[in-house]
């Protein structure tokens, strides 16, 4: 009698070794990042090579290269106060929290459950006399306990929770990546800031002077000397000299709210000191290139994506086979409550349930098209973040380039200039020249101090972008023997890890 009370159980567990044995089957295709052929170097700058993880590894600080301390403490600021860092931060802990939820299927289900009822029966209910021996008011208590476990026999559990921690990958470097752009559109609202402090200097010391050149032509008015023409023409560059301070004013609130803003705080009592200061150029090691496709975030979150995509498709494959079921319930059931918990009102249950899908007018077959289609458009994003990112780093290193020669070529322009307004003035003053001489020199050497200016600006906000597209800074490390021998493989994207989805 024993032996055939125990059957049902050695049967449950035999199915259940079985399950285990079939666990290791998975219709997740072979996963690799997709490729992306690449030319064998960039045009801006050095050879294209494999990256190297011991060498020019991202800079949690790359803005300290600019030296500004006032920089260092909104960087910082932002990391703690920023609202867009908040959200990413909080779109990665949903990422987490969902990853742990599908682990949940990798475990056994428990749950308690328990009802205690009066109940009366209907005198006319079906099958039941007038005669009836049954009771027209009975209780009805049951206390149970009851656990259910899917076994993964077609991998379906472990392909959902692979594709759920490569999303959660994603989330993380999303998160990197959010933190870098802020931190990138900081540090060029910043410099825009700067120049513009050094654009409000320029113009205030240009207005001393036409005033001091406007003061000086009255009194020659007054001598007889000069006349009304050159009145109004010092009058007039005055005035336009103080308009264009004003509108450098609000050009530099305009980029201090900007400031105040991305780092989380309101604009309205928000303020950084002024400093004309220029900051200083960062140097761009040769080893750029080489550490770009390992270390920016975006593209290491696209990558993670044609992971889960991949992963999906063996979800989506599994339903094709039957799924597993092995549950048990045990507990006590009676009509009087003082008798609940006693031997004879106890009872169980235990086996295993099976089900299987015959028809379902193609949706499976559709479901697992939609899942290749995704992974379809995930491996597309993927190539296009590589391509985005190889464009943003010859963009970088071509402006770099270019910029600093029209730099260079304005810095000469604007002290030309100013050799020239000087000379105009002396030479004003001694009664050699008309005041529009002075005027011309003067507007020219105003407008090329300006543009070297903004020159440099330019060249200090391109610097960034290349922050940004390398993934955030870089090491000045030399290259050591491993990278030269690296120098020599060939030139294609770090990728490969199997074939195409479904055919692994």
């Not at 294209?48 to 600021?77: C, F, H, I, K």
């Not at 076994?151 to 959902?160: E, I, K, P, Q, S």
């Not at 190539?383 to 990112?389: D, M, Q």
């Amino acid at each position: 009698m024993a032996k055939a009370r125990w059957r049902p159980l050695a049967g449950a567990a035999g199915i259940l070794t079985l399950a285990q044995g079939l666990a290791g089957c998975s219709f997740a295709p072979h996963y690799e990042p997709p490729k992306v052929a690449l030319a064998p170097k960039f045009d801006g700058m050095g050879p294209w090579v494999p990256a190297n993880p011991t060498q020019g590894m991202p800079s949690e600080t790359w803005w300290t290269a600019y030296q500004d301390p006032q920089l260092d403490a909104l960087e910082q600021r932002l990391l703690t106060d920023s609202p867009s860092l908040a959200a990413a931060l909080a779109r990665h802990d949903r990422a987490r929290a969902m990853l742990r939820e599908a682990r949940a299927d990798l475990f056994p289900q428990v749950g308690l459950g328990g009802t205690l009822t009066a109940n009366r029966q209907s005198d006319q209910r079906p099958l039941r006399s007038n005669g009836s021996l049954q009771p027209d008011y009975y209780g009805a208590h049951t206390v149970s306990a009851s656990g259910s476990y899917e076994a993964d026999v077609w991998g379906r559990v472990r392909a959902n929770i692979s594709a759920g921690r490569a999303d959660a990958q994603a989330a993380a470097d999303d998160l990197a990546d959010t933190r870098l752009q802020l931190q990138a559109e900081l540090a060029e609202g910043y410099i825009v800031l700067r120049g513009q402090d050094r654009e409000i200097e320029l113009l205030t010391s240009t207005v001393a002077a036409y005033s001091r050149a406007d003061h000086m032509t009255e009194r020659r008015f007054a001598g007889g000397i000069a006349n009304g023409m050159e009145i109004g023409q010092s009058g007039a560059q005055l005035a336009e000299a103080k308009a264009a301070l004003a509108e450098a004013r609000n050009a530099r609130a305009l980029a201090e709210h900007a400031v105040a803003t991305l780092v989380g705080t309101p604009a309205t009592g928000f303020s950084v000191p002024a400093s004309a200061r220029p900051l200083p150029m960062p140097e761009v090691p040769v080893s750029v290139p080489s550490t770009l496709l390992e270390r920016r975030p975006d593209i290491a979150a696209a990558e993670r994506r044609v992971a889960a995509a991949n992963q999906r498709i063996g979800v989506a494959k599994a339903a094709f086979f039957p799924s597993l079921l092995l549950g048990g319930q045990i507990g006590t059931q009676t009509t009087s409550v003082a008798n609940l918990f006693t031997a004879p009102t106890t009872f169980w249950s235990i086996g295993p349930n099976v089900a299987f899908t015959l028809l379902d007018g193609g949706r499976r077959h559709a479901r697992v098209r939609e899942a290749r289609a995704d992974w379809e458009a995930a491996a597309a994003t993927y190539r296009g973040k590589v391509l985005s990112a190889v464009q943003d780093v010859e963009d970088g290193l071509s402006q770099l380039h270019h910029l600093g020669d029209e730099a260079m070529a304005e810095t000469r322009a604007a002290q030309q200039a100013g050799q020239v307004e000087t000379l105009a003035t002396r030479r004003y003053e001694r009664g050699a020249v008309s005041y529009l001489d002075v005027v011309n020199a003067q507007t020219t050497a105003l407008r090329t101090r300006q543009q070297a200016i903004r020159v440099e600006t330019r060249r200090l906000q391109a610097s960034v972008r290349l922050f940004r597209a390398v993934g955030g800074g870089w090491s000045l490390r030399t290259p050591g023997k491993a990278d030269a021998n690296a120098a020599a493989m060939p030139a294609t994207v770090p990728a490969a890890k199997g074939g195409e989805p479904g055919k692994g």
